[in-house]
């Protein structure tokens, strides 16, 4: 039968706040929770539940992440941009090149019309800038106002609107030719995320947008992260991991968790996400199998998590510590203030923090544990690449600028 392909699933479990921090210690098996809205071209079943040791048949089995730049060719066709590069997941961006973090050039990208606005789930790719701006209307500063999407020129320039009046959007990624975001019905009955996408090479102020899944969850899509090409993972805050094939040749497939992760990262071979600092959790790429390990024996909650694809980087308000990707062992621990951490990125030198209520943007060094202050003001979101560090200012009054920290 021809047609859009949807599926959506059900994961039950109680609402929860976006941003609550928790630091529950023990998780579920998979449950794949699947059920065709509408026929699709691609046929077959959902995926069947999936004893959590059972050996992987999918063809994602392999390292994370093969490919990573082979959906990003420019086409130039006409009338249309050139699809600009999406960038590997591995290795990691490079490191400033001239300075050393305070020195760097901080430049404003982007102005909102009207303050507040308020910034979330920022990413790029060989030319543009992408984020979530949350309208200032119905508590936009925690995410639960209409949303828009937009982009900007890396280089500097006007920004283009996407997509408007999300609702209650935090969670934005890029695969193939698409942007990515979800939406968050919590008004509705039963309360539904939809993913959404739009073409990232499109006409200025003219870029379709259109439902791509949707979600039957309890709780927002607060974290959306692409793995290898054409591969999605979305973490919930209704104690799910849920992977999304862009393609939709196979269907979703949800890992669901007893407790809500506070932190997803993909590495090198597995996708990680972190109860607390003494509960991660691996499991292989198409979520068929897991394995938990315990890198510091403290139950001290994780506030981000990022991976160089050799190691986990992961913050607590007391300290920030390396995760050995092979061994699961904590290879560095330091002891180190950092309170309202709300996002991470990590390149070949520094862990980027995104801190809230004047927190702003520090630069934690790998090597030598310095804490180096980049900008001072309250950020939610950042994200790096070799040409920059990236944020937005969700200050409660005046909030809504986009900056690069240029390397």
């Known amino acids: 039968m021809e047609g859009s392909a949807w599926y959506a699933w059900v994961i039950a479990s109680a609402p929860m706040r976006h941003l609550l ?13 699947l059920v065709p809205l509408a026929c699709s071209a691609f046929g077959g079943d959902a995926s069947e539940a999936t004893h959590p040791d059972a050996a992987s048949t999918s063809d994602d089995a392999a390292a994370l992440p093969p490919d990573a730049e082979a959906d990003a060719a420019d086409v130039g066709e006409a009338g249309l941009e050139q699809l600009p590069v999406l960038h590997p997941v591995c290795p990691p961006p490079r490191a400033p090149l001239s300075c050393s973090g305070a020195d760097c050039k901080t430049r404003l990208l982007y102005e909102p019309p009207t303050r507040p606005r308020f910034p979330f789930a920022i990413t790029t790719d060989g030319k543009f800038v992408y984020w979530v701006e949350q309208d ?4 936009g500063y925690n995410g639960n106002a209409k949303a828009r999407i937009l982009r900007v020129p890396r280089a500097g320039g006007d920004a283009v609107e996407i997509a408007a009046g999300q609702d209650g959007t935090t969670a934005l990624a890029l695969d193939g030719e698409y942007v990515y975001w979800a939406n968050y019905e919590g008004g509705a009955a039963p309360v539904a995320t939809t993913i959404m996408r739009a073409p990232r090479r499109c006409p200025s102020s003219a870029c379709p947008a259109e439902p791509f899944v949707r979600l039957n969850v309890s709780g927002r899509v607060t974290e959306l992260v692409r793995g290898k090409a054409g591969v999605l993972f979305a973490r919930a805050s209704s104690a799910a991991l849920i992977r999304i094939d862009t393609s939709l040749a196979t269907p ?25 600092a003494s509960n991660f959790v691996a499991y292989a790429p198409d979520l068929a199998s897991w394995s938990t390990f315990t890198p510091i024996a403290t139950d001290t909650a994780v506030t981000s998590l990022t991976s160089d694809c050799t190691s986990l980087w992961a913050t607590t308000k007391t300290d920030y510590f390396a995760v050995d990707e092979v061994s699961h062992t904590a290879a560095v621990d330091v002891k180190l203030a950092l309170p309202d951490v ?14 809230a209520n004047a927190g702003g943007v520090e630069a934690l060094d790998k090597f030598t544990g310095v804490k180096v202050p980049i900008w001072s003001g309250n950020v939610f979101a950042l994200d790096v690449d070799d040409e920059g560090v990236y944020w937005g200012d969700h200050a409660p009054a005046t909030g809504g600028n986009l900056y690069v920290m240029e390397k």
């Open 136 to 139: 200032t209307n119905g508590d």
């Open 21 to 33: 921090r928790t630091a529950p210690r023990v998780l579920g098996a998979l449950v794949p929770l």
């Open 252 to 276: 979703p497939r949800t890992a669901s968790l007893t407790a809500v992760a506070s932190g997803l990262a993909v590495g090198g071979a597995s996708v990680y996400v972190a109860i607390s």
């Open 342 to 355: 709300f996002d991470s990125a990590v390149d070949a030198k520094f862990v980027y923090v995104a801190r």
